[in-house]
């Protein structure tokens, strides 16, 4: 079992930041690519960002580059994404995911573990 807890979600207004944290339990995070995506009422999990084992790699979904950045320090198992310039179309529940192989590109395209989520609203 893989567990992933996520905490730094809240309330901001548009053009403010936040910093999700995803903490995996073991060394889970260490030896594995991991990724965020989110989740608006009636609309699919989309794909947020992902980075590879060392954080040599980095990926971004077109509606946050430039604004969202993710990072991780593999000796507390936690991966981060900074949020800047936040706009209400970034309102979702944010998801900490962590491929079942490990590998970077399973981030985004194949099976994952999911955390619990953590709610992101952005006012106008």
Same mark, same amino acid.
């Given at each position: *079992?893989? *567990? &992933?807890? !996520?905490?730094? =979600? =809240?309330?901001?207004? %548009?053009?403010?930041? &936040?910093? &999700? ?7 889970? +995070? ?10 608006? @009422?009636?609309? !699919?999990? $989309?794909?947020? +960002? ?8 980095? #990926?971004? /979904? ?10 991780? #320090?593999? /000796? ?5 994404? *900074? ?5 209400? !179309? #970034?309102? +979702?529940?944010?998801?900490? /995911?962590? @491929? ?5 590109? $399973?981030?985004?395209?194949? %099976?994952?573990?999911? =955390?619990?989520?953590? *709610? ?5």
């Amino acid at each position: *079992q893989v *567990q &992933l807890v !996520e905490s730094g =979600g =809240g309330l901001v207004q %548009a053009g403010g930041s &936040l910093r &999700l944290s995803c903490a995996a339990s073991g060394r889970t +995070a260490a030896t594995s690519a991991m990724g965020w995506f989110r989740q608006v @009422p009636g609309k !699919e999990r $989309d794909f947020v +960002a992902r980075i590879s084992v060392n954080g040599g790699r980095t #990926d971004y /979904a077109d509606s946050v580059k430039g604004r969202f950045t993710i990072s991780r #320090d593999n /000796a507390k198992n936690t991966v981060y994404l *900074q949020m800047n310039s936040l706009k209400p !179309e #970034d309102t +979702a529940v944010y998801y900490c /995911a962590v @491929p079942r192989s490990g590998s970077y590109y $399973d981030t985004r395209f194949g %099976a994952v573990y999911w =955390g619990q989520g953590t *709610q992101v609203t952005v006012s106008s």
